[in-house]
């Protein structure tokens, strides 16, 4: 009996080893499906992310361990959690969403057991659902010019998160369109600012484009209004007001007056030719000198003016006017007369147009006013005429620019006697009221000699 149990296995072993006779195999493991699905939801907030894994027929796997990665900031790949399916083949998980949508994309794995084959799902991104946001644009109403002010800017969601980033910021000025002044980047407190120094009146805006978890915006406008530096003058509410219309000079350069005397430069002598220099005119270009210099003009704001003046006077004149600067007595405007054109009428610049517009100056190789073939004492460049609609001149054919004015004087810029301050400063640096209520825009230098220049010929009274 033992032999015949001995016997069998011993031909079941052969069998076996001839192949004659094959093992039983082990069952093969089911293969499964992970799949893997989120709600979407704001950033910074939880949203559950669910796991299903189900075999090839659909049946759930229960109990099994599915680990959750996900996507890191550099772009791999991390674990973030381990569930286990319930009896529905189910695994939710509660993850907070970043902001930044590449660190919001899991993908889960299952290693598989005997009966179940491992498997690993698709990478799912879980969708950001965009907050609305709110830009808000602040600071100083105003700015005295020349100076400058920081305008800040703010950042938030609407429920008041800080939010960082780009911020286009936009300028517009009188008269203009928007245009773009910079772009800036807020922080992670959701604020910025930036310095500006407007020299006219601006309004500012600010624009926000929308980040992949935040909505874009639009700021307030914010209005900062230009200051004058100076004084403002504040002339009769019946006072007429120039007939001739001239741009506002370009701002002042430098500190103070800041008077530059050179020689005339080729750009300035062009227009001057054929208009308040030409032939037969009684000083050539090498006796005169081109100046320019700071002035305060009627609004408080300081511009930058010029004239052109005789070699030996132009130093007098603009210490003169230098003097006006530093007291804060205020110039309309300070344009060379070949500016406003050739005039037919006076054989020179047309300094009726001049006049009209309230305009100092000084050279202008012309006749007098009023006085056809009498040569101007304006011809030398050593006459200055200041603020000329405020101060006429009067003569027996008539007064220019206006009448309006003649009686009446003005503590900063129209003068009736000589005790007026500015006649004093005048005074001082060498320039003569010559003509007095005659003429009392027109004062004239001291000549190289020391002397006053005589009245040209054939002007026997005023010489304008």
């Known amino acids: 009996m033992h032999l015949g149990r001995y016997l069998g296995s011993f031909v079941v072993s052969g069998l076996l080893a001839v192949g004659l006779l094959a093992p039983a195999h082990a069952a093969e493991p089911v293969p499964t499906t992970l799949t893997l699905s989120g709600r979407p ?3 910074d907030t939880d949203t559950p992310v669910q796991v299903d894994l189900v075999q090839q027929d659909g049946t759930p796997v229960a109990g099994a361990g599915v680990v959750l990665s996900r996507r890191t900031a550099q772009g ?4 973030a959690y381990t569930l286990t399916t319930d ?3 189910h695994a939710t998980v509660d993850v907070t969403l970043s902001r930044v949508p590449r660190e919001n994309t899991f993908q889960a794995s299952y290693a598989g057991d005997e009966a179940h084959a491992a498997a690993t799902s698709e990478a799912v ?8 946001s709110v830009l808000h644009l602040g600071g100083p109403s105003s700015v005295v010019d020349e100076k400058s002010v920081t305008v800040k800017v703010g950042w938030l969601t609407g429920n008041g998160d800080p939010v960082a980033g780009r911020v286009r910021i936009f300028r517009k000025t009188p008269g203009h369109h928007w245009k773009p002044f910079r772009s800036i980047r807020t922080g992670d407190d959701g604020l910025a600012d930036f310095r500006t120094g407007p020299r006219v009146d601006t309004r500012w805006r600010a624009v926000a484009p929308p980040l992949a978890w935040v909505k874009g915006d639009t700021s307030n406008v914010h209005r900062i209004d230009n200051l004058p530096p100076g004084m403002r003058v504040k002339l009769p509410g019946s006072a007429p007001h120039p007939r001739v219309k001239v741009p506002v000079q370009p701002h002042a350069v430098g500190d103070g007056p800041n008077v530059v ?5 080729d750009r300035v002598w062009g227009q001057m030719t054929g208009r308040t220099w030409h032939a037969g005119c009684p000083v050539g270009r090498a006796s005169l000198r081109y100046v320019r210099i700071n002035y305060w003009d009627y609004q408080g704001y300081r511009r930058r003016g010029e004239f052109v003046a005789n070699v030996d006077a132009a130093g007098r004149i603009a210490g003169a006017l230098a003097e006006m600067y530093n007291r804060g007595f205020p110039i309309r405007s300070m344009y060379r007369e070949d500016r406003f054109g050739w005039s037919k009428r006076l054989r020179g610049g047309n300094d009726y147009a001049s006049m009209a517009a309230g305009n100092s100056s000084v050279f202008n190789c012309r006749d007098v006013v009023n006085r056809p073939g009498v040569r101007s004492p304006h011809s030398y460049g050593r006459a200055l005429d200041l603020n000329t609609w405020e101060n006429p001149y009067r003569s027996a054919r008539g007064t220019v620019p206006n009448r309006w004015w003649q009686p009446r ?3 900063w810029v129209a003068w009736r006697s000589r005790s007026h301050r500015v006649v004093e400063i ?3 640096h060498g320039l003569r009221w010559t003509y007095g209520l005659g003429d009392t825009q027109h004062f004239d230098a001291l000549a190289g ?7 040209p010929a054939g002007c026997d009274g005023v010489c304008e």
């Open 125 to 132: 991104t879980v969708a950001l659902v965009r907050r609305s």
């Open 449 to 455: 000699n020391g002397r006053y220049l005589a009245r």
């Open 41 to 43: 939801a704001y950033a």
């Open 87 to 89: 009896e529905a083949g």
């Open 76 to 79: 791999g790949w991390a674990p």
């Open 409 to 411: 004087s003005h503590p």
């Open 426 to 428: 005048m005074a001082a």
């Open 261 to 265: 005397i050179r020689h005339i430069p």
